[in-house]
C-alpha cells in the first residue's frame, strides 16, 4: 500500500465548515480539508468537541450553517457508535436491509450478505440476533451492514468506543483488512490517540467549543511499524490534546 | 508478537512486530472470542411452574365447594361447584352453550379485528402529525377511560336492537387502547434506530413499514391485548343490556337469561364460561405471541417466562 498522494479529485471537500445550532454555542468553526480518495482519517477530540456533528454533517443528517461540503454524489455509508443493530432482526437480516433499502433485488440479497458475513468472519453466526452476538460480533456486523450499503464513503463514529480491550485490538486488524481489500475512504472519529494512530493515515486534531482542526499529522507506514516511532508519535499527540483541554481550565 | 509462537518461524527476529497477522489468524482469533463471550442456549421452561395455576384453581373450587357444604346460605343463592358443573352440562347438552360462546367469540374477534383495522392507521397518522396528536391525543386517551357501557344507550338508539348495536360498542372499547398502545410505541423507538434507516436510504414508507412499526411491536402488542379485554368486556356488556330485536344469543345474553329465572347455577355457568374464554384466549394466543416477540429480541427475563 502507497502513500495517497491524491492524484485524481478528493472524496470529500470542507470548506470554512461551522455548525452552530439556534440559541446554542457554535459547535464547529472554520474547518476546511480535504480527504482523498481511499485515504484512512482519524479525527481525535476530548469528548463534545463536535467530532460526531461533524461526521453527521458529512452524513448528510444535518445541515451545515455555513461553509460548503462535497462528498460522493451517492452520499456516505455510516456506522454508529453501538446498539444500532435492529434487535427483530437476525445478522443477516441487519445486513440484508441495508441490501433492500439500497434497491438490490430480493433474490440476489441473501448472497450477498452471507458474503459481506464472510468477510467479517460472520459466516456461522448470520441466523443469530443481535442480543445473541458479543459486543465484537454485533459491531462486525454493523461494519458488515455499512459495507453493505456500497458507498465509497464510509463514516464511522467511534464504532469501537464500548468494546473490551482484547476486542478493540482485534477489531482494529479487521478494519484494517476490510479497508485494504475493499479500497473504501473512511472518516474515524475517535477519543483515543492510540487508537487514532493505529488505524490512520491521518490524524486530524479537533479542539473543543469551538470545534477547529488546530493540527494534523501524517501516519506512514514506517511509522505505524515501527513500534518506538509509534509510541513517539502518540505521546507528541496526546501532549498536543492535552494542551488543548487545559485552555478550558 | 511473542506471545503467538507460530508467526516466529515466519517472522526472523527483526525487532519490529509483523506488519499484520495474516486472515486466517484474525478469523480464528475472533473465532474463539465469540466462542467465549457468546452465551449459551436459553433455559427450559419449568414444569411445575406451569403446573401452579392449575393448582391454584383446584385450591379454590376446593375452598369453594366446602363453603357451599358448610350451608353458610341458601343453596340456590350459593350453589357448589357440582351444582354450576351439572347446569353447565345442561346447556352443552341442549346446544345453547357452545351457541353462545360460538355467538360471542365471533362477534368479539370480528369486532376486535375492524378495531385494529381503524386503530392502526389511525394511530400511524397520529404519530406522523404532530399538530393532530396535540388536538385528538387527549381526547383518544379520554375515550379509553370513558366505560364503553355507556355507548349503550346511544347504540340501541341510533341502530336498535340489532348486531351493528353490539359491533359499535365493542369498537368503541377496543380502539383507543390499540391507538394508544402503537403510540406509546413509537414514542418509545430508541431514535438511533431512525438514524439507521435514514443513513440506509429508507423512503418515508419504507420508514414506517420496516423500522418504526417492527420497533413499536412490543408495545403494540401490549395495546392489542388489553384492546381485546376491553372488547370482550365491552361485548358482555352490550350483550347483557341489548337482548331481543335481531341480536344473536351470546354468553351475555345467556347470563341475563340466568337473572330472568332467577337461576343461580346458570348465573355462575355464564360468568365462569365468560372468564374461561378470556383465559383461553390469553393462553392460546396473546401470552405465546407475546413470549414469542420478547424472547426473540432477548427481553425475556428468566423469571417471567
Known sequence: MTTTTAPEAPSVLIENLAKAYPGGPTVLEGI??????????????????GKSTLLNVLAQLEPPTTGAIEVPDD???????????????????????ALRLRGVPARERRQAATELLHLVHLGEAGGKRPHQLSGGMRQRTALARALAQDRELLLMDE??????????DLLHDELERVWKATGRTIVFVTHNVREAVRLGQRVLLLSSRPGRIVEQWQVTDSIRNDAAAAAALTRDITDRLRQEISHHA | MPSNPTLLDDQPATGAPPSSPSATTIGDLEAGLDRLQSQGPPARRDLVRSLLPVAAVVALLCVWQILSWAGLKRSDLLPGPLTVAASLADAFADGTLQRAVATSLLRGVSGFAIAILIATPLALLLAQVRTLRAALGPLVSGLQVLPSVAWVPAAII????????????????????????????IDQIPPQYRSVGTVLGATRLQHTLLITLP???????????????????????????????????????????GRDLSSMPLVMAAILAILVVGIVIELLVFSPLERRLLRRRGLLTQGAS
Open chain 1, 32 to 49: 476546511t480539508t480535504s480527504i482523498a480518495r481511499g485515504e484512512f482519517v482519524c479525527i481525535l477530540g476530548a469528548s463534545g468537541c
Open chain 1, 75 to 97: 452520499g456516505a455509508a455510516f456506522m454508529f457508535q453501538e446498539a444500532s443493530l435492529l434487535p427483530w432482526l437476525t445478522a443477516r437480516g441487519n445486513v440484508e436491509l
Open chain 1, 159 to 168: 464504532p469501537f468506543g464500548a468494546l473490551d480491550a482484547i476486542t478493540r
Open chain 2, 158 to 185: 341510533w341502530f336498535g336492537l340489532t348486531d351493528a348495536t353490539v359491533y359499535f360498542v365493542v369498537l368503541m372499547g377496543a380502539t383507543p387502547s390499540i391507538v394508544n398502545g402503537l403510540l406509546s410505541g
Open chain 2, 215 to 257: 420497533a413499536a411491536l412490543p408495545a403494540y402488542l401490549g395495546g392489542l391485548k388489553q384492546g381485546w379485554a376491553f372488547s370482550w368486556r365491552s361485548l358482555m356488556a352490550a350483550e347483557i343490556i341489548a337482548v331481543g330485536g335481531s341480536i344473536g344469543f351470546g354468553l351475555g345474553s345467556m347470563l341475563q337469561q
